[in-house]
Protein backbone atom coordinates (compact mmCIF):
# COMPACT_ATOMS: atom_id res chain seq x y z
CA UNK A 1 0.00 0.00 0.00
CA UNK A 2 2.83 2.43 0.56
CA UNK A 3 3.10 2.78 -3.30
CA UNK A 4 -0.37 3.69 -3.63
CA UNK A 5 -1.43 7.54 -3.46
CA UNK A 6 -4.64 8.46 -1.58
CA UNK A 7 -6.38 11.06 -2.61
CA UNK A 8 -9.12 12.70 -1.01
CA UNK A 9 -11.63 15.04 -2.74
CA UNK A 10 -13.12 17.32 -0.52
CA UNK A 11 -15.22 20.40 -0.04
CA UNK A 12 -14.82 22.85 3.04
CA UNK A 13 -17.87 22.44 4.67
CA UNK A 14 -20.13 25.84 5.26
CA UNK A 15 -23.66 26.70 6.61
CA UNK A 16 -26.18 26.68 3.90
CA UNK A 17 -23.84 24.95 1.34
CA UNK A 18 -23.37 21.29 0.40
CA UNK A 19 -25.69 18.52 1.87
CA UNK A 20 -28.89 19.90 1.12
CA UNK A 21 -30.89 16.28 1.01
CA UNK A 22 -29.92 16.35 4.86
CA UNK A 23 -30.61 20.18 5.16
CA UNK A 24 -34.23 19.76 3.94
CA UNK A 25 -34.82 17.26 6.79
CA UNK A 26 -32.86 17.95 9.73
CA UNK A 27 -32.30 21.84 9.05
CA UNK A 28 -28.86 23.55 7.89
CA UNK A 29 -26.82 23.25 10.93
CA UNK A 30 -27.42 20.12 11.18
CA UNK A 31 -26.43 18.98 7.86
CA UNK A 32 -23.02 21.53 8.50
CA UNK A 33 -22.20 19.74 11.49
CA UNK A 34 -22.55 16.37 10.02
CA UNK A 35 -20.56 17.49 6.73
CA UNK A 36 -17.76 18.59 9.59
CA UNK A 37 -18.19 15.02 10.96
CA UNK A 38 -17.81 13.05 7.96
CA UNK A 39 -14.59 14.96 6.56
CA UNK A 40 -12.79 14.38 10.18
CA UNK A 41 -13.17 10.76 9.43
CA UNK A 42 -12.08 11.03 6.07
CA UNK A 43 -9.21 12.81 7.70
CA UNK A 44 -8.88 10.22 10.01
CA UNK A 45 -8.05 7.99 7.57
CA UNK A 46 -5.33 9.53 5.02
CA UNK A 47 -3.82 10.35 8.79
CA UNK A 48 -3.12 6.20 9.41
CA UNK A 49 -2.64 5.79 5.71
CA UNK A 50 0.96 4.54 4.54
CA UNK A 51 1.57 5.84 1.76
CA UNK A 52 1.80 9.56 0.06
CA UNK A 53 -1.33 11.48 0.97
CA UNK A 54 -3.25 13.99 -1.18
CA UNK A 55 -6.01 16.99 -0.59
CA UNK A 56 -7.64 17.66 -3.41
CA UNK A 57 -10.00 20.84 -1.84
CA UNK A 58 -12.67 21.99 -4.23
CA UNK A 59 -10.66 25.36 -5.58
CA UNK A 60 -7.73 26.93 -5.12
CA UNK A 61 -9.06 29.43 -2.76
CA UNK A 62 -9.32 26.47 -0.15
CA UNK A 63 -5.38 25.67 -0.30
CA UNK A 64 -4.53 27.32 3.04
CA UNK A 65 -7.62 25.66 4.83
CA UNK A 66 -6.60 21.93 3.25
CA UNK A 67 -2.57 22.32 4.11
CA UNK A 68 -4.22 22.40 7.78
CA UNK A 69 -5.91 19.72 7.92
CA UNK A 70 -3.10 16.84 8.76
CA UNK A 71 -0.36 16.79 10.89
CA UNK A 72 1.48 14.51 8.63
CA UNK A 73 3.13 15.26 5.50
CA UNK A 74 0.30 15.72 2.77
CA UNK A 75 0.31 17.09 -0.75
CA UNK A 76 -2.41 19.72 -1.78
CA UNK A 77 -3.75 19.91 -5.71
CA UNK A 78 -6.72 21.65 -5.89
CA UNK A 79 -9.79 20.68 -8.23
CA UNK A 80 -9.78 22.58 -11.10
CA UNK A 81 -13.14 23.67 -13.35
CA UNK A 82 -15.60 20.86 -14.81
CA UNK A 83 -18.14 18.13 -13.52
CA UNK A 84 -16.50 15.48 -10.72
CA UNK A 85 -14.99 13.10 -14.07
CA UNK A 86 -13.37 16.16 -15.77
CA UNK A 87 -11.57 17.21 -12.16
CA UNK A 88 -11.09 13.47 -11.39
CA UNK A 89 -8.91 12.83 -14.61
CA UNK A 90 -7.11 16.74 -14.34
CA UNK A 91 -6.04 15.50 -10.76
CA UNK A 92 -5.18 12.01 -11.97
CA UNK A 93 -2.79 13.76 -14.85
CA UNK A 94 -1.29 16.10 -12.42
CA UNK A 95 -0.58 13.39 -10.06
CA UNK A 96 0.91 10.95 -12.64
CA UNK A 97 2.68 13.83 -14.12
CA UNK A 98 4.62 14.09 -10.54
CA UNK A 99 5.70 10.25 -10.49
CA UNK A 100 2.47 8.68 -9.51
CA UNK A 101 1.62 5.41 -10.47
CA UNK A 102 -1.21 3.90 -8.39
CA UNK A 103 -3.82 6.12 -7.08
CA UNK A 104 -7.16 5.35 -4.91
CA UNK A 105 -9.63 8.35 -4.78
CA UNK A 106 -11.95 8.69 -1.50
CA UNK A 107 -14.59 11.47 -1.26
CA UNK A 108 -15.81 12.85 2.18
CA UNK A 109 -18.98 11.39 2.68
CA UNK A 110 -17.91 7.62 3.16
CA UNK A 111 -17.61 6.81 6.89
CA UNK A 112 -18.01 3.17 6.40
CA UNK A 113 -14.70 2.88 4.71
CA UNK A 114 -11.83 1.39 6.92
CA UNK A 115 -8.44 0.08 6.60
CA UNK A 116 -8.84 -3.37 4.94
CA UNK A 117 -11.48 -2.07 2.03
CA UNK A 118 -8.81 0.40 1.22
CA UNK A 119 -6.15 -2.62 1.32
CA UNK A 120 -8.58 -5.03 -0.82
CA UNK A 121 -8.66 -2.22 -2.89
CA UNK A 122 -5.33 -1.95 -3.60
CA UNK A 123 -4.63 -5.56 -3.62
CA UNK A 124 -7.59 -5.50 -6.29
CA UNK A 125 -4.58 -3.43 -8.09
CA UNK A 126 -2.29 -6.14 -8.88
CA UNK A 127 -4.60 -7.59 -10.97
CA UNK A 128 -7.09 -5.16 -12.34
CA UNK A 129 -6.38 -2.08 -14.02
CA UNK A 130 -9.44 0.11 -11.62
CA UNK A 131 -11.22 -0.71 -8.89
CA UNK A 132 -14.65 0.58 -7.60
CA UNK A 133 -16.27 -0.16 -4.29
CA UNK A 134 -19.84 -0.21 -5.13
CA UNK A 135 -22.25 2.69 -2.69
CA UNK A 136 -26.13 1.39 -2.21
CA UNK A 137 -27.40 4.38 -4.42
CA UNK A 138 -26.11 2.26 -7.84
CA UNK A 139 -22.83 5.17 -7.64
CA UNK A 140 -19.28 4.36 -6.03
CA UNK A 141 -17.56 5.37 -2.96
CA UNK A 142 -14.16 4.77 -4.29
CA UNK A 143 -12.28 4.65 -7.56
CA UNK A 144 -8.72 3.31 -7.56
CA UNK A 145 -6.11 2.97 -10.73
CA UNK A 146 -2.83 2.05 -12.02
CA UNK A 147 -3.48 3.46 -15.86
CA UNK A 148 -5.15 6.81 -16.64
CA UNK A 149 -8.97 6.89 -16.75
CA UNK A 150 -10.71 7.02 -19.91
CA UNK A 151 -12.85 9.92 -20.77
CA UNK A 152 -15.03 10.48 -17.72
CA UNK A 153 -16.84 13.59 -18.13
CA UNK A 154 -19.63 12.35 -20.02
CA UNK A 155 -20.70 9.82 -16.96
CA UNK A 156 -23.59 9.73 -15.47
CA UNK A 157 -22.36 11.21 -12.12
CA UNK A 158 -24.68 11.59 -8.74
CA UNK A 159 -27.42 8.97 -10.53
CA UNK A 160 -28.47 4.89 -9.68
CA UNK A 161 -26.53 4.64 -13.28
CA UNK A 162 -23.02 5.23 -12.56
CA UNK A 163 -21.17 2.30 -11.31
CA UNK A 164 -22.59 0.27 -14.40
CA UNK A 165 -21.50 3.24 -16.16
CA UNK A 166 -17.94 3.34 -15.20
CA UNK A 167 -17.43 -0.10 -15.80
CA UNK A 168 -18.75 -0.23 -19.24
CA UNK A 169 -16.29 2.55 -20.19
CA UNK A 170 -13.25 0.89 -18.51
CA UNK A 171 -14.22 -2.36 -20.42
CA UNK A 172 -14.65 -0.73 -23.35
CA UNK A 173 -11.01 1.00 -23.04
CA UNK A 174 -9.74 -2.18 -22.81
CA UNK A 175 -9.01 -1.92 -19.08
CA UNK A 176 -10.14 -4.71 -16.58
CA UNK A 177 -12.25 -3.56 -13.85
CA UNK A 178 -12.24 -5.48 -10.21
CA UNK A 179 -14.77 -4.14 -7.17
CA UNK A 180 -13.80 -4.36 -3.70
CA UNK A 181 -16.18 -4.88 -0.58
CA UNK A 182 -19.08 -2.19 -1.10
CA UNK A 183 -19.34 0.67 1.14
CA UNK A 184 -22.08 3.64 1.21
CA UNK A 185 -22.05 7.04 1.40
CA UNK A 186 -24.29 9.66 3.36
CA UNK A 187 -27.01 11.94 1.51
CA UNK A 188 -30.18 11.52 2.85
CA UNK A 189 -31.72 10.47 6.26
CA UNK A 190 -31.73 6.60 5.57
CA UNK A 191 -27.89 6.63 5.87
CA UNK A 192 -27.35 8.13 8.59
CA UNK A 193 -29.78 5.53 10.37
CA UNK A 194 -27.80 2.98 8.35
CA UNK A 195 -23.83 4.22 9.74
CA UNK A 196 -25.31 4.77 13.27
CA UNK A 197 -26.10 0.90 13.04
CA UNK A 198 -22.97 0.10 11.36
CA UNK A 199 -20.50 2.66 12.90
CA UNK A 200 -21.60 1.71 16.66
CA UNK A 201 -19.04 -0.50 17.77
CA UNK A 202 -16.48 1.05 15.22
CA UNK A 203 -13.68 2.65 17.95
CA UNK A 204 -11.87 5.37 15.88
CA UNK A 205 -12.39 8.59 17.99
CA UNK A 206 -14.00 10.49 14.43
CA UNK A 207 -16.50 8.01 13.69
CA UNK A 208 -17.82 7.67 17.74
CA UNK A 209 -17.82 11.43 17.31
CA UNK A 210 -19.70 11.56 14.15
CA UNK A 211 -22.05 9.41 15.86
CA UNK A 212 -22.40 11.92 18.57
CA UNK A 213 -23.48 14.59 16.04
CA UNK A 214 -26.20 11.87 14.64
CA UNK A 215 -27.59 11.17 17.61
CA UNK A 216 -27.73 14.41 18.90
CA UNK A 217 -29.59 16.01 15.75
CA UNK A 218 -31.70 13.12 15.26
CA UNK A 219 -32.84 13.17 18.90
CA UNK A 220 -34.21 17.07 18.28
CA UNK A 221 -35.39 16.24 15.57
CA UNK A 222 -37.71 13.54 17.27
CA UNK A 223 -38.56 15.76 20.04
CA UNK A 224 -39.68 18.65 17.60
CA UNK A 225 -41.91 15.72 15.86
CA UNK A 226 -43.09 14.52 19.12
CA UNK A 227 -44.37 17.79 20.74
Known amino acids: MSDTTLVLFCKRPALGFGKQRLAADLGEQ ?32 EIAW ?26 DCRLRSKGADQLLVIGSDAPELNARLLAQAVELLTDHDVVFSAAEDGGVSLMAN ?23 LCECAGQSVGWSGPCSDVDRLH ?28 SDEYGQTSK
Open 66 to 91: AKSLLRRSVSVVPQSEGNLGERIEKI
Open 146 to 168: RKPWPELKPMPWSTPQLGGALQK
Open 30 to 61: AAFEIAVGLLACALEDLEHWPGPVVIAPHSDT
Open 191 to 218: DLERIRKNLRMDPRPARQSLLAIISRWQ
